[in-house]
């Protein structure tokens, strides 16, 4: 079984007001991983979405927190 390229790890808080804090890695080539936080898990992840795009991420990576960003948000 193939291993899948990304995954995502989450740090949820347990306390209100507290930031979650939410890592993606790329398990290809260097292994690169980046983190972000914020209010909620899709703020943490437009946060991480940001700094991917600074630091050069690949397409497909942006492409992955992308999706999952759009998939916490209300659906219409």
């Not at 990576?61 to 999706?67: D, G, I, K, S």
Request: with cysteine; net charge negative; charged share 25%.
């Amino acid at each position: 079984m193939q291993r899948a390229r990304f995954s995502i790890k989450w740090a949820l808080p347990l306390e209100p007001g507290l930031s979650t804090h939410v890592a993606l890695c790329d398990h290809e080539g260097d292994h690169r991983e980046w983190h972000g936080e914020g209010a909620d898990e899709a703020d943490a992840l437009a946060n991480l979405i940001g700094l991917m795009t600074q630091q050069g991420a690949s397409r497909e990576a942006l492409e992955y927190a992308a999706t999952a960003y759009r998939s916490r948000l209300p659906s219409e």
